[in-house]
């Protein structure tokens, strides 16, 4: 089995409704203009339609990664370079950089709670997977001609957070773009494997307190790296996190 690789991750934080966000795009051009581009693009939503709906968004000066706010959440989505996927600690500078530079501006609205997502890919060879796959889940209903494989399970943890993970197949092809010919076509698939993402937010504690705490979002991200860095493909396959 290959050296496993960080692929992407979202950063979330979810707070109560302000109608007025679009009006703070210029609060958040400021805060974030050393790592991505401004002006940032203004989305035509009416203020009245639903709060989920991002009213403004950007994307970083290198392109992997993208911010968007709506009247409800602020969401980080990155995509990690080869120079980022072999290494939790730059990826966790990365994002932490990011956030310090949110940190008043989240402060600033009536917060509930954060999240950290992070999808992490075990490359293998296509003919071991499914095996491997029925041996540590336990998934009877696998079998060698088995096409496609997913499952999910969740925890409690701490009292505070919930932890989510989702166990698939996957298969990554390589594309190529011809510009002259305006063509994209795909070759031979490059990778297989298995994909691992981990969802950790500290939701539970706030709908037991109904308080945000706003220390517990470093504790989130914490605790997703502690899951990649101390635990193997086996112990997610067979629910070994906690």
């Known amino acids: 089995m290959a050296k496993k690789q960080i692929i992407d991750s979202q950063t979330v934080f979810c707070f109560d409704r302000n109608i007025q966000m679009r009006k703070k795009v210029f609060e958040y051009e400021s805060a974030l203009e050393k790592y991505f581009n401004i002006p940032f693009q203004i989305i035509n939503v009416p203020d009245e339609e639903l709060p989920d709906i991002p ?25 990690y370079s080869n120079h980022f996927k072999d290494d939790p600690l730059e990826i966790k500078k990365y994002q932490m950089d990011r956030i310090g530079a949110l940190k008043p501006l989240i402060e600033s609205e009536k917060t509930q709670f954060s999240g950290f997502v ?75 494997g298995i994909k691992v993402i981990i969802d950790i937010n500290s939701r539970l504690s706030f709908n037991k307190t109904r308080e945000c705490n706003q220390d517990l979002f470093g504790k989130v991200i914490d605790n997703v790296f502690k899951l990649v860095e101390e635990r193997s493909l086996t112990d997610f396959l067979n629910g070994n996190i906690l």
């Open 55 to 79: 009213r403004f968004e950007s994307r970083s000066k290198k392109g992997h990664s993208k911010i968007q706010v709506s009247q409800s959440r602020i969401a980080l989505t990155t995509q």
């Open 118 to 192: 992070l999808s992490v890919d075990f490359p293998m060879e296509n003919g071991l997977i499914n095996g491997y796959f029925k041996e540590h889940a336990g998934i009877a209903a696998i079998n060698d001609g088995t096409i496609d494989c997913s499952f999910n399970y969740s925890h409690s943890f701490q009292d505070k957070f919930f932890t989510n993970v989702r166990c698939t197949k996957y298969s990554r092809k390589e594309i190529k773009i011809d510009p002259k010919q305006n063509e994209v076509t795909t070759v031979d698939t490059q990778e297989f």
